[in-house]
């Protein structure tokens, strides 16, 4: 800052920071701010920028990540809210802006808001969907309890179900059921039931606690509980406060109860209802087994006062007679079709003897020796001629050949490259010479003189 004519000359820097502590000082410390959000944007870092806005005028805000990372519902552009924080200058580019803390719905619990918003985007997803369910087991004997031991909810769910079904056996998966984290841990529990079924052979999974405010039941709400519910291969019933309460919970598992005393209603069957079908059961059963006793006897009764029995032998005599009737008529059915072939054959014979086939044979005979005899005779006849026809070939062959007067007493003479030599001008003095004789013999020599 300097002095020029006496006229104040500041900075930018030093006329934000002027600004900025005007602001502090105009303004209370906390301000709650009522307003639409417009412009919502959350970066990576889980830091929010946005704008409060009415009809008239707009602020812009920033909401820190270590604050958003409490809010329990989406903020949407739109939405209606109460924002409370502080106005500050933001002194890099002289603007100032509205530093949110918290933020609430307008005209509705956060909670609620949250509770709704999950709701809609699970049911969109189909988690709440009939076909995902999976029944329950109508006599189930071992049960597994997700919930705290130190709650009323676990001794609540025990005696529900011992005193009505006392030989099943629970399995208590110790978790807490509100405060932070409780969520996380009541989603652990449940994986680790599933990873323990089959050790255990758990057949239903219970999960609740006792009533207490929305704060309190929010850990049933939250997405990572439901999403654990949704993949349990366990059946999962929900008991989680009291009979007006609802959790995402409820809307997610196999079957919701309204508290954790009624857990047993739909857990496991009364005893006593399963000994009165049993006695039922047994009486109808033993009504059906003497009606049934009684028909049969009557029907025995009727069986042997029949023919069969007075006289048990008739039906044998009767098949008996059937049989000798059918040996005699097959014996003289086979008679009369041997009589048949018999005279067939004789006929046959007859015909044979008047062809006398020796005498045939032996014209046939003769005929096959002669032919024979032409044949060879015709063959030795073609093997002469072309005998006499291939040595004609090969004395004309021979004669052909340049070798064939080697024999007598003529010779070939050749230079070193196998070239035959016929002119004394094909060879010089000193030059070596190969001169071809019969038998394949060969001499060499070298030419001393050309003439």
């Known amino acids: 800052m300097a002095k020029n004519n006496k006229i104040l000359i500041f900075s930018v820097s030093q006329l934000n920071a002027l600004i900025r502590g005007a602001v502090q000082n105009a303004l209370p410390g906390r301000l709650m701010l009522r307003g639409q959000i417009s412009d919502w944007k959350q970066y990576p870092s889980g830091h929010c920028y946005f704008s409060l806005k009415d009809a008239d005028s707009q602020i812009a805000c920033v909401m820190w990540g270590s604050k958003a990372r409490s ?30 803390e918290k933020l609430e719905p307008a005209g509705i619990g956060s909670l609620q808001l949250a509770f709704e918003q999950m709701r809609k985007r699970l049911e969109a997803e189909g988690l709440f969907r009939g076909e995902h369910k999976k029944p329950i087991p109508p006599y189930a004997m071992r049960i597994g309890v997700v919930t705290s031991r130190q709650g009323a909810a676990i001794k609540d769910i025990a005696e529900s179900i011992f005193h009505r079904w006392p030989c099943a056996r629970l399995w208590v998966f110790d978790t807490p059921v509100q405060g932070e984290g409780a969520a996380e841990k009541i989603a652990a529990a449940i994986d680790r039931a599933n990873r323990l079924q089959k050790q255990l052979g758990l057949q239903i999974l219970i999960v609740g606690r006792g009533g207490g405010s929305m704060e309190d039941l929010w850990a049933f709400n939250e997405e990572r509980v439901a999403r654990a519910i949704y993949a349990s291969r ?58 049934s006793l009684q028909h049969s006897r009557m029907r025995l009764e009727r069986i042997t006062a029949s023919s069969v029995f007075r006289t048990p032998y008739g039906p044998l005599h009767i098949a008996a ?7 005699d008529a097959l014996t003289d059915a086979m008679e009369a079709r041997l009589s048949g072939w018999r005279q067939q054959v004789d006929r046959f014979a007859r015909a044979v003897a008047r062809i006398e086939p020796g005498r045939f044979i032996a014209i046939r005979r003769l005929s096959l020796h002669e032919l024979q005899s032409r044949c060879r005779q015709a063959i030795l006849a073609i093997l002469s001629k072309k005998q006499l026809q291939l040595t004609a070939q090969d004395n004309r062959v021979q004669a052909l050949n340049p070798r064939s007067v080697l024999s007598r007493g003529y010779s070939i003479t050749r230079d070193c490259g196998g070239k035959v030599i016929t002119r004394p001008e094909q060879v010089a003095l000193g030059q070596s ?8 013999k060969r001499l060499e020599s070298t030419i001393t003189k050309v003439d």
């Not at 059946?235 to 919701?256: C, K, M, N, Y």
């Not at 010479?433 to 394949?440: C, G, M, P, R, S």
């Open 321 to 327: 007679r059937q049989l000798d009737e059918s040996c």
């Open 71 to 100: 809010l329990k519902f989406t903020c949407e552009n739109g939405m209606e809210v109460i924002a409370t924080g502080l106005v500050d200058v933001y002194l890099p580019r002289g603007q100032y802006q509205f530093y949110a």
């Open 234 to 291: 366990i059946p999962v019933i929900s008991a989680v406060g009291h009979e007006v309460d609802t959790t995402i919970a409820d809307l997610v598992a196999d079957a919701r109860v309204s508290t954790p005393t009624r857990a047993g209603v739909i857990a496991v069957p009364d005893r006593r209802d399963v000994l009165h079908r049993l006695e039922t059961a047994a009486a109808r059963l033993q009504r059906s087994a003497a009606t």
């Open 433 to 440: 010479i190969i001169t071809e004789l019969a038998q394949n």
